[in-house]
């Protein structure tokens, strides 16, 4: 059964240091997310992307995020600058068109210390 | 701005019980839909169900039951003869259509704690 996948599945860095978080979403979808879980609360929307850009943001997604889809199967979350606050579970995740259901990878728990 | 409620933080039962998890949503969209994701222990979110707007009718999947209400504006889920590989959180989320571009992303509700004790 296809899947999203996340790598790498744990990541710690320190603060002020710049990450990629990497996702393959599964190869038929077109529409693309990233969410985020900071440890214990509710998940939360990031951005959603389609058609080579950015579709929609939340307030949580500034200057300091980006996407990019490289390479046309990779799909990347890039964090410039971490800060402690940044520490959460980060979810991939790719839908077939925009009111199909969204199907997860197993996320990336990123510690920023 | 949509919601989503979860007022049931953790429930704990014991195996085989029956249980069921509550889910009530405030939106102002006429079309919409719902979802029940399942988050194990291993952190993953898995997919249950996706229900649309227009569709009230209760669904049956194996242990799994959902009960759409649009009059209560509830969608609750109900494990029936619950057992210990149902421990996990398990969200509530609902599509929100973007005013600007009408791309969908999900709302999700806090989260139940189940725990299932043998």
């Known amino acids: 059964e296809p899947e999203v996948t996340q790598t790498p599945s744990h990541q710690v860095t320190q603060m002020g240091q710049e990450v990629i978080l990497r996702c393959v979403p599964i190869?038929?979808?077109?529409?693309f997310y990233w969410y985020r879980q900071i440890l214990g609360q509710k998940v939360e929307f990031l951005v959603s992307?389609?058609?080579?850009?950015?579709?929609?943001k939340s307030e949580i997604f500034d200057d300091q995020f980006s996407v990019e889809r490289p390479d046309g199967s990779n799909f990347t979350l890039k964090i410039r600058s971490t800060k402690l606050e940044d520490s959460a579970m980060y979810f991939c995740?790719?839908?077939?068109?925009?009111?199909?259901?969204?199907?997860f990878g197993q996320g990336t728990r990123l510690t920023v210390v | 701005a949509q919601k989503v409620t979860q007022a049931q933080t953790e429930i704990s039962v014991v195996e085989k019980e029956d249980v069921t998890l509550d889910c009530v949503y405030e939106?102002?969209?006429?079309?919409?839909?719902l979802f029940w994701y399942k988050q194990p222990p291993s952190g993953e979110l898995v997919f249950l169900i996706r229900?649309?707007?227009?569709?009230?009718q209760n669904e049956i999947s194996g242990r799994y039951s959902w009960n759409f209400q649009k009059s209560t504006s509830s969608f609750n889920f109900t494990i029936t003869a619950s057992q210990v590989v149902d421990s996990a959180v398990y969200f509530c989320a609902l599509s929100e259509a973007s005013l600007n571009t009408g791309f969908q992303k999900l709302v999700f509700g806090t989260g139940t704690r189940l725990l299932v004790s043998p």
């Open positions: 992307f389609y058609n080579n850009e950015i579709s929609e």
């Open positions: 939106t102002r969209d006429t079309t919409y839909y």
């Open positions: 995740a790719s839908s077939r068109d925009r009111n199909t259901e969204a199907f």
């Open positions: 229900r649309n707007s227009f569709d009230e």
């Open positions: 190869s038929n979808h077109l529409y």
